[in-house]
């Protein structure tokens, strides 16, 4: 388990070998205008374990994706469908 914010840039704010717990890491959570969400989509897919049978990618967003890569929800469609292939469930 992950947790990855994205404004400007993607980080991971989470992740089991970090010195944070959860909880804490969700009430440090902030807006920061902008939505970096294909950035988010990449750092969190290179954290998946690919030898996993339980891979899951789950956005959350205040907003449209308007920086990054891909700045339209079409351009995301596209990097989901491609996760999709790689074995990660998608919803649309």
């Known amino acids: 388990l992950s947790l990855i914010t994205f404004a400007t840039t993607a980080n991971i704010v989470y992740s089991k070998d970090m010195d944070v717990t959860f909880a804490e890491a969700v009430d440090n959570i902030y807006a920061d205008g902008v939505t970096n969400m294909s950035d988010a989509f990449m750092l969190a897919n290179t954290l998946l374990d690919i030898n996993s049978k339980q891979r899951a ?25 491609n996760l999709s292939r790689d074995g990660v469930p998608t919803i649309k």
């Open 57 to 81: 990618i789950i956005i959350l967003s205040d907003g449209m994706p308007n920086k990054g890569q891909f700045q339209s929800i079409d351009e995301l469609a596209v990097l989901s469908d």
